[in-house]
């Protein structure tokens, strides 16, 4: 069978993010931080926080609806699930698994997939691959974090920078060519993993008193060292996926990056000679919402910017793994 003449599109998107907020005014009075530094640092003013009673699977179930309104796309036809997340609402069952049942979906494939920050760009990579095989018509495609569980409130170095939410797209296979989802560029660098961890809470180190004593469930990071890779690896992967592709980055509408420290979001910019007013961003309003933040902005952006039907989107993140990711988008 041939597919040539068909595509993989994002038929709608739906994001969802908890009601309360978490200012850097109210930070400073937990932790030894200011309003000042963290806003020049890293562009963050406030995050979302779940808090006890949202679940990740509540927060994917809340954005999928919307992108299963927006898409016309009825929940009985979706034939796959496929969930970006790294803080998974339990380690058994996966939380696509969560999602499927309150979808209310047919018995379909559901499986979650960890590639922290880049995992929506993957889960978009998996989708086309497995909808291109014929087999299955249209997937949701979900990101959605509860970081706020593995942040350690005590320390000034990542607490700032994290928060929740989830955004949930819905792709379909189309019998029309060049269309969609034109193109996905992934990479990873085992390497580098020390740079951002969650130690325990895995078959490695379970939970136990120790750990709850010296925090290692909790993420920790090498800020200075991930700056660095990151905007090298995103840099890059922008790069590669324009020269593969034939385009240059005149040819794109707006680039949406993972939205980690709005630093790193000007040094991409200024790697691939665009203004900043070529990239979305809403770091201002969530923080950093790992495999969440990518869906989010595409949400918001179509929702601000009314993106038109040939609009090139080239997606980009970045993350722990090591990982990092690119898309390019065409809108349909
Ligand atoms: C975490 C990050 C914001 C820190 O910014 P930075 O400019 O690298 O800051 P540094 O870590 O070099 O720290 C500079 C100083 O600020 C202090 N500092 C760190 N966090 C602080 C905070 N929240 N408030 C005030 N001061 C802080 C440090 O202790 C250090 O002080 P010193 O010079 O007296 O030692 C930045 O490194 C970053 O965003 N890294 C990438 C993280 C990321 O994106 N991770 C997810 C990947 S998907």
Redesign the pocket.
Known sequence: MSFENSSVVIRAIGSYVPEKRLTNEE?SKI????DE??TT??GIKERRIAGETIQVSDMATEAAKLALERSGVAPEDIDLVIVATLSPETLSPSSACLIQDKLGLRKVPAFDLNA??SGFIYGLDIGKAMLSTGKYRNALVVGVEKLSAFTNMED??????FGDGAGACVISYVDEPDQGIIDCQLGSDGINARH?VIPAGGSKLPANEQTLKDGSQFLQ?N??E??KV?VRAMGQACEDILKKNDLTSDDITVVIP?Q??I??IEAIASKLELPMDHFFVNIQKYG?T?AASIPIAIDEANIERNFKKGDLILLV????GLTWGASLIKWY
Not at 317 to 320: H, I, N, Q, T
């Open positions: 930070l932790v030894d931080t200011n530094w963290i640092r890293t922290a920050c000034r170095g990542t607490c700032i920078l951002i990071m800020g200075r991930v700056f990151a993972h980690a420290n630093r790193i950093n790992s993140a970045f993350g722990a």
